[in-house]
């Protein structure tokens, strides 16, 4: 399982990466993001403190070598995928179309490198 945990370190880049950028300069971030809604200056906030959190669940999920939880990694983000274009088709707002690309790179990544680790597994 050592693909699928290398895999979890591009996880925890963008979620503390965007979780402080959005808890301590939210206008910028949305800004770079090339958001078109106006969101204001709080839920983007909260929403940071949420992806920081997440990501240092997920730094404690590599730590400890929880490989029973990678797969579980790739379904919660598969959902948060769905609902994130949901928005984006529903508001057609750049931002939501960067946030799919990153979280889907996320999701082919550890769901290859699952796939590939769980097939080794298998034949040795």
Known sequence: MHRSRASLYYLF???TATGLALMFAPA???KLMFASGDYG???PRFAGVLMLALGLVILQVIRHRTAPLYPATVAVRG???LF???LYVRTSDPFFAIVLVV???GIA???TSVWLD???TRQA
Do not use: E
């Open 79 to 81: 959902i948060l995928w």
């Open 13 to 15: 880049g963008y979620l």
């Open 84 to 86: 994130v274009l949901w």
């Open 28 to 30: 910028l971030t949305l």
């Open 118 to 120: 769980t097939r080794k």
């Open 103 to 105: 979280v889907g790179i």
């Open 41 to 43: 200056d709080v839920f």
């Open 109 to 111: 990544f550890t769901g």
